[in-house]
């Protein structure tokens, strides 16, 4: 069940409100936990933040935030990637949406839900979301579970093309902030945009070619001293003006949890491309934790077209989307010990 929002404010990039009640309510085709979500509404004190001419950073705040969304969000977080369902009131029809990780300010008490959401011009709910104004209502319902990362999960390669780097952001939310068991988790991203504004002011943690022209693999990054490492750019690059909102994202990640998150930036328009060397840079390295069932995992998400090459087609069954035979390059390289997610 959805619930209705009401329009305070406008803003071409809108952030609004949310709440949830507990009342429950079976849309999805797959087994997750679902509950229904309450009017949110466009936020006035939260403007909506462009990342790019092609998509906005949206804040969603509940009317009153009296911490009944806070648990369920808490649970989700804790397990996985998760969604939320977007409803367009007009057409009844609604699309997912993959929550941002909380501003560190938010983590306690604030309820706020912050999307990054492309715009397509001839994208039904995306078009809409991106006309609503600041304080303007908006139905919600959610969260589903879309992948569960095992507590047993240490590493995990993320392969995110355009938005999927939301879901990427938070797998490592979610799999850095638990419980250090004397062994620090790490995630790798591979993130791959169309065009170089998504991405600006983004650098390559752990690039494929080394300036010489010769490969550093994870390894030589892991245990090369600190002044190699520092090869990064300063950190007064990371936030120069005109940084993507979603590049800022990544780097307060790596802020949170250093040596502990590392991206690599692949643009179309640059003729640069995820391929077989980038995965396995990253997965060669990953050795020391093969043995355990779901210690390594490999996440991709993106448009169909991207996951489709990577891993293979996700397939359609019984009205159930289920994750269809591995195939693409990911199969190719006949990896093993690694859990592979196509969301
Ligand atoms: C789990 C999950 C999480 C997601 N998270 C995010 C997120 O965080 N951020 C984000 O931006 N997106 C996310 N998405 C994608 C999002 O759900 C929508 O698919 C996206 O916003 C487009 O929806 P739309 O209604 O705007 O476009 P639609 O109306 O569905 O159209 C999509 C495209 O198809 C074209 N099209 C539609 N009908 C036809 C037709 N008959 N013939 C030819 N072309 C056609 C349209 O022109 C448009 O370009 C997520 C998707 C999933 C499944």
């Known amino acids: 069940m959805f619930c209705s929002l009401e329009v305070v404010e406008s803003h071409p990039a ?3 409100h949310h709440h949830i009640d507990q009342t429950f309510d079976v849309l999805f085709p797959q087994p997750a936990p679902v509950v229904a979500a309450d009017p949110h509404y466009i936020d006035g004190c939260r403007c909506g933040e462009p990342v790019s001419a092609t998509g906005s950073l949206f804040t969603l705040k509940p009317p009153k935030s009296d911490g009944s969304n806070l648990e369920v969000y808490e649970d989700a977080w804790k397990t996985g990637v998760w969604s939320v369902m977007f409803k367009q009131p007009q057409l009844q029809i609604g699309r997912d949406y993959t929550p941002l990780p909380p501003v560190s300010s938010n983590v306690n008490g604030d ?32 969260p589903r579970v879309e992948c569960e990362i095992p507590p047993e999960t240490q590493t995990i390669l993320f392969i995110a093309g355009g938005t999927g780097i939301a879901p990427a952001l938070q797998a490592g939310h979610t799999l850095l902030r638990r419980p250090d068991k004397g062994h620090k988790p790490r995630i790798h991203i591979l ?18 070619a080394a300036p010489n ?27 120069a003006v005109g940084t993507s909102a979603v590049v800022k994202e990544l780097e307060a990640l790596k802020a949170q949890y250093p040596g502990q998150v590392t991206v690599e930036y692949f643009v179309d328009e640059e003729s640069t491309f995820i391929g077989k060397r ?8 990953a050795t020391f934790s093969l043995g355990q069932r779901n210690r390594n995992m490999i996440l991709i998400s993106g448009p169909e077209g991207f996951i489709s090459y990577m891993a293979g087609p996700k397939q359609w069954a019984q009205g159930m989307e289920l994750q269809g035979p591995l195939q693409g390059i990911i199969k190719d390289l006949n990896l093993h010990g690694w859990a592979v997610w196509k969301l």
């Open 278 to 285: 980038s995965i396995l840079d990253f997965t060669n390295s």
């Open 14 to 16: 809108a952030s609004c």
């Open 213 to 239: 022209g010769t490969r550093w693999s994870w390894l030589f990054r892991l245990f090369s001293s600190s002044q190699q490492i520092a090869k990064a750019p300063p950190s007064e690059a990371k936030i």
């Open 111 to 142: 309820e706020c839900l912050r999307f990054f959401i492309r715009k397509d011009p001839f994208g039904e709910v995306s078009r809409y979301l991106h006309s609503l104004k600041i304080g303007a209502p908006i139905e919600v319902r959610g």
């Open 191 to 208: 993130w791959a945009t169309r065009q170089r504004e998504d991405c600006r002011g983004g650098y390559n943690d752990h690039t494929s």
